[in-house]
């Protein structure tokens, strides 16, 4: 495998994601309990390796998951918006007994990992119980798109997997559409206009074309923004509820 620092993935104006420095490529899907909330992620295949490739990021290419040239004759608009802050300049904290929350709403793929068991918060707010601590615990380590991360108050620890430099491809079953580009191990990624995103654990970029946060996923490969607005309330994700 190619060193850490030549991985990197390029974001061009209006076009395709291309990596190089041998990053791996992996597909895996969410799996879902008999509840129907995602427990975990399995995997599918590992793509033959390469040195350099391109990764449509419109949603339109006939060769997904690599880039056709199909955004060209489609137009495709991929202005990126996302902020430019560092994730702790952003974050909203939430605090229980023994375990602290910081969130990123703007980074949340959807993939519903924080909804078991009542939810990441219903389990934070009693982490002096060791079930709803260790469950709290799992619900952000699996979180894809690094939205979530908790940390121990006692050692002011994040729990973070090591993960290895990848990019693994998720395939959502439960909403029968393919998911974002998940972004493991602290890849570089560079924007179109030459400056570096924040480089961190874990995140997801989009890769239907829709997002209204690129090149983050923000959902919309299978939430319209009707849907996204209910998501939120139903699960009591306003900012205000959440400080």
């Given at each position: 495998?190619?060193?850490?620092?030549?991985?990197?993935?390029?974001?061009?104006?209006?076009?395709?994601?291309?990596?190089?420095?041998?990053?791996?490529?992996?597909?895996?899907?969410?799996?879902?309990?008999?509840?129907?909330?995602?427990?975990?992620?399995?995997?599918?295949?590992?793509?033959?390796?390469?040195?350099?490739?391109?990764?449509?990021?419109?949603?339109?290419?006939?060769?997904?998951?690599?880039?056709?040239?199909?955004?060209?004759?489609?137009?495709?608009?991929?202005?990126?918006?996302?902020?430019?802050?560092?994730?702790?300049?952003?974050?909203?904290?939430?605090?229980?007994?023994?375990?602290?929350?910081?969130?990123?709403?703007?980074?949340?793929?959807?993939?519903?990992?924080?909804?078991?068991?009542?939810?990441?918060?219903?389990?934070?707010?009693?982490?002096?119980?060791?079930?709803?601590?260790?469950?709290?615990?799992?619900?952000?380590?699996?979180?894809?798109?690094?939205?979530?991360?908790?940390?121990?108050?006692?050692?002011?620890?994040?729990?973070?997997?090591?993960?290895?430099?990848?990019?693994?491809?998720?395939?959502?079953?439960?909403?029968?559409?393919?998911?974002?580009?998940?972004?493991?191990?602290?890849?570089?990624?560079?924007?179109?206009?030459?400056?570096?995103?924040e480089i961190r654990n874990r995140v997801t970029l989009c890769r239907c074309g829709k997002s209204e946060n690129k090149p983050y996923c923000d959902g919309s490969h299978w939430m319209n923004a009707k849907q996204k607005l209910k998501?939120?309330?139903?699960?009591?994700?306003?900012?205000?509820?959440?400080?």
């Amino acid at each position: 495998m190619a060193e850490k620092d030549k991985m990197k993935i390029k974001i061009t104006k209006n076009g395709p994601y291309i990596v190089t420095g041998g990053v791996p490529l992996y597909e895996q899907k969410l799996i879902t309990d008999e509840a129907g909330h995602t427990r975990e992620l399995q995997d599918i295949r590992q793509f033959p390796p390469q040195e350099n490739y391109t990764l449509c990021r419109c949603g339109q290419s006939k060769k997904k998951p690599y880039c056709d040239g199909t955004h060209t004759a489609a137009g495709f608009d991929g202005t990126e918006n996302a902020s430019k802050k560092t994730y702790m300049e952003k974050a909203d904290i939430f605090e229980g007994p023994e375990l602290k929350l910081t969130d990123v709403y703007e980074f949340c793929d959807h993939s519903r990992f924080c909804l078991r068991a009542g939810g990441i918060r219903e389990n934070i707010k009693k982490s002096n119980d060791p079930e709803a601590r260790q469950t709290a615990i799992e619900e952000a380590m699996v979180c894809p798109s690094g939205r979530l991360v908790l940390w121990d108050k006692k050692t002011g620890q994040a729990f973070e997997k090591e993960y290895e430099p990848s990019i693994v491809l998720i395939h959502d079953p439960q909403k029968s559409c393919e998911g974002p580009i998940w972004v493991r191990g602290g890849v570089n990624i560079e924007s179109a206009d030459g400056t570096v995103y924040e480089i961190r654990n874990r995140v997801t970029l989009c890769r239907c074309g829709k997002s209204e946060n690129k090149p983050y996923c923000d959902g919309s490969h299978w939430m319209n923004a009707k849907q996204k607005l209910k998501f939120r309330k139903k699960w009591g994700l306003d900012e205000k509820k959440e400080e």
